[in-house]
């Protein structure tokens, strides 16, 4: 059994940063991609960012290229978004996940989640 725990959302005004953290229990951390996906009230899940086994490769939905960074720390079992010049259409419930197969920026492709972290941002 997988556990994903995030922390660090909050509130926050426009233009601030935030960086969200996302420790995984187990022993295979290093062997998956590793995702965020966010939650505005009233919308569906959409993907924000995904990042391959070692880092090398990472991935953006278009509304946070150049703002927002996924990294990872395998020995830590950690994964991390830093959230830069945050927008008020930014606040949303974040979670992070583990990719089982297919698609990076669907959430079926997502076999265990985080059970989220609130980002609000205000104007």
């Known amino acids: 059994q997988v556990q994903l725990v995030e922390s660090g959302g909050g509130l926050v005004q426009a233009g601030d940063s935030l960086r969200l953290s996302c420790a995984a229990s187990g022993r295979t951390f290093s062997s998956y991609v590793m995702g965020w996906f966010r939650q505005a009230p009233g919308k569906e899940r959409e993907f924000v960012a995904a990042i391959s086994l070692r880092g090398s490769n990472t991935y953006y939905t278009d509304s946070v290229k150049g703002r927002f960074t996924i990294s990872r720390d395998n020995a830590k079992n950690t994964v991390y978004l830093q959230m830069n010049s945050l927008k008020p259409e930014d606040t949303a419930v974040y979670y992070c996940?583990?990719?089982?197969?297919?698609?990076?920026?669907?959430?079926?492709?997502?076999?265990?989640w985080g059970q989220g972290t609130q980002v609000t941002v205000s104007s």
């Open positions: 996940a583990r990719h089982y197969a297919r698609s990076y920026y669907l959430p079926t492709s997502y076999d265990y």
